[in-house]
């Protein structure tokens, strides 16, 4: 699977322009037939088929968290023998769902950004044991939700905020019934306040490093806060602002030692002209290559918060890093600017 995300575009304009797929991927000629021959509704469902608490899903090892209730879900699409992807969801009693464990097997940018649960689960229990209960976490609101579901922690953002919205490209046609059906889904609706904050969130991340850190400090309320990312949340942000950062990229399979696919990565980056790549595994049969498209989107703060090969996190002097664990950087920031 590979992307890239356009550049100079107006916001207004992005969630028509969506993403400019570059080549393959596996998107079945059914789907895309049923997409622009039947336009209407949101083209896919969430199918539950199995449900009941944590003993139920033992491969999930969510053993940590006994009270909670997991739904397993299927993404259909009509047409199609095979679901598209596959969700765990978390929740406590009546509360709504959040979404735990992606498997997205359509081999295109589908709703959700590709993470591993095994880090997400590391990660919210080193925020139990090493955080102050009375600390605040930022975080992207995806990322935000699960933390507050697993670590107990209050975080900035707890509705389910649905931006950007990813769509693979036969479907962006149908953006409008497709995050309808998703408000739907989740039933986590953010009020404007929690939009606006989201978004400023979002800004502060694409400013250089002492405005952005400044504009999070703003957002904390003076209180002691965290900000937790993930390397795919440069997929995230790019597609927010594809103007101020610049983004593609490209899976790559791992066979042994990661010697030789890092060859072909260094090799893929000169051909394109990219100017930085980063690199999460996904699994242990394949790497997700992040490339920054342009030199400026470098001094982002996201950029320069993440293992780029332009960025140095552990020298970064507007936040101060805490923990790293897979593909998460968290980092305390300051309450004073430095």
């Not at 199918?47 to 006994?66: C, I, K, N, Y």
């Not at 699409?77 to 009546?94: E, I, S």
Request: hydrophobic share 45%; net charge neutral.
């Amino acid at each position: 699977m590979e992307a890239v995300l356009p550049t100079g575009s107006s916001r207004k304009l992005l969630p028509s322009l969506g993403l400019a797929l570059v080549s393959g991927g596996v998107l079945l000629l059914g789907w895309v037939a049923y997409s622009f021959l039947k336009p209407g509704p949101a083209p896919y469902r969430y199918q539950l088929t199995e449900e009941g608490g944590v003993d139920r899903f033992a491969s999930l090892g969510l053993e940590a968290w006994p009270d909670l209730k997991i739904g397993k879900y299927e993404v259909r699409v009509d047409g199609l023998d095979k679901p598209v992807a596959v969700a765990h969801v978390g929740r406590r009693g009546a509360a709504a769902p959040v979404m735990l464990d992606w498997d997205n097997r359509s081999g295109e940018p589908l709703v959700f950004a590709d993470t591993r649960l095994a880090e997400l689960k590391t990660l919210a229990q080193a925020i139990s044991k090493h955080m102050p209960k009375e600390a605040l976490v930022l975080g992207w609101w995806d990322t935000a939700r699960a933390l507050r579901l697993l670590a107990g922690r209050e975080t900035a953002f707890d509705s389910h905020l649905g931006e950007p919205l990813i769509t693979p490209a036969p479907w962006q046609g149908r953006n409008r019934p497709i995050a309808k059906y998703e408000r739907e889904f989740w039933g986590a609706p953010p009020d404007e306040a929690e939009r606006q904050r989201f978004r400023r969130f979002a800004e502060a991340l694409t400013a250089e490093a002492a405005t952005g850190a400044a504009m999070l400090r703003e957002l904390a309320g003076g209180r002691e806060a965290y900000v937790a990312v993930h390397v795919a949340d440069l997929f995230k942000l790019g597609l927010l602002h594809p103007d101020r950062l610049g983004v593609a990229y490209k899976d790559f399979p791992i066979q042994g030692d990661m010697h030789g696919p890092i060859a072909f990565v260094k090799r893929w980056m000169l051909d394109n002209k990219y100017s930085a790549y980063t690199l999460h595994e996904l699994s242990e049969r394949q790497a997700r290559v992040y490339f920054l498209t342009n030199a400026q989107s470098g001094s982002t703060l996201l950029a320069q918060m993440l293992p780029l090969t332009t960025s140095r996190p552990a020298e970064l002097e507007a936040l101060q890093l805490v923990y790293q664990h897979g593909g998460y950087w968290v980092y305390k920031i300051p309450t004073v600017g430095k």
